[in-house]
C-alpha cells in the first residue's frame, strides 16, 4: 500500500552513462514532481507535470528529462552523467491545488 | 529566489527535553509546511499550516503559522530518540502564481540529535 515509490533505491554508475529512475503514485494525484537533495540536505525542486503537461521547470541542465507516460507515473531519464549528479533524488505528489506534497523514498544516484 | 532561513542548524538534547525550531521569510507566505526525514527515508509531512496565527498539534508536536505570515515555528515536547532526524519547513508564497503554484520553498533542515 505505499503512496510514493521509487526504483531503484540505490544506483551507482559510471560518469558518461545514461541512467533512468521511475516513480509511481497510487494516491490518486495529478501533480508529480522531482527532487534533488545535495550532500548538505538541501531540497531543490528540479520539475513539476500536471496531468502529463510540464509545469515547472527549474534550471536544470538539459541532460535532465522527465516523463509521464500518466499521471500515476513520472519519470526521470539522465544523458552523460557527471560525478555532480550525485545526489539523493526524490519523487512527490500532490494533488494539483493543494501545497500537501507526498514524498518517496528517494534514490541514492552515485556517479564514479 | 525565495530563500526560508530555518534555525537552529542542528539540536542535540537529553530525552524528556522540549524542543523549539523556527523558519524565517523575507517576504509573505500563505501556506508552512514541516516535514521529518529520517536517515535513508524521504520527507513526510509532519503539520500544514494555513492562517495566520494558526496553532496546530500532532500528538507531541505543536507547530504555529506567525502572525507576520513571514515564520513559522514547531515545538516538541518531552522528546524521545525516535524523534531523531532532520526536520524541514517549507512554503509556498503569497505571490506565488502561475505555473509556480505548486512550489514550495525548503528551509535547509534542523539536524535533530537525541540522547537516551
Known amino acids: 500500500d505505499t503512496a510514493v515509490s521509487q526504483t531503484p533505491k540505490y544506483l551507482v554508475t559510471q560518469m558518461g552513462n545514461d541512467k533512468s529512475i521511475k516513480c509511481e503514485q497510487n494516491l490518486g494525484h495529478d501533480t508529480m514532481y522531482w527532487y534533488k537533495q545535495d550532500s548538505k540536505k538541501f531540497l531543490k525542486i528540479m520539475f513539476s507535470y500536471n496531468n502529463k503537461e510540464l509545469i515547472i521547470n527549474e534550471t536544470v541542465p538539459n541532460r535532465f528529462s522527465p516523463k509521464s507516460p500518466d499521471k500515476a507515473h513520472l519519470n526521470l531519464h539522465i544523458n552523460s552523467l557527471e560525478l555532480g549528479d550525485s545526489a539523493v533524488y526524490f519523487c512527490?505528489?500532490?494533488?494539483?491545488?493543494?501545497?500537501?506534497?507526498?514524498f518517496g523514498p528517494g534514490t541514492r544516484l552515485t556517479v564514479l | 529566489g525565495q530563500q526560508l532561513n530555518q534555525s537552529p542548524q542542528s539540536m542535540f538534547i537529553q530525552e524528556g527535553e522540549d524542543v523549539s525550531m523556527n523558519c524565517t521569510s523575507s517576504s509573505i507566505f500563505n501556506t508552512w509546511l514541516w516535514y521529518k526525514q529520517d536517515p535513508g527515508e524521504g520527507p513526510v509531512l509532519l503539520i500544514a499550516?494555513?492562517?495566520?496565527?494558526e496553532l496546530t498539534s500532532n500528538g507531541r508536536l505543536t507547530a504555529q503559522f506567525g502572525i507576520t505570515r513571514k515564520d513559522s515555528f514547531l515545538n516538541i515536547s518531552a522528546s524521545i530518540p525516535s524523534d531523531v532526524g532532520i526536520y524541514f519547513c517549507a512554503g509556498r508564497p503569497a505571490n506565488a502564481g502561475g505555473t509556480s503554484y505548486g512550489k514550495l520553498t525548503f528551509g535547509q533542515g534542523t539536524i535533530l540529535t537525541v540522547h537516551p
Open positions: 499550516l494555513y492562517k495566520a496565527g
Open positions: 512527490a505528489s500532490s494533488q494539483e491545488s493543494r501545497v500537501l506534497q507526498f
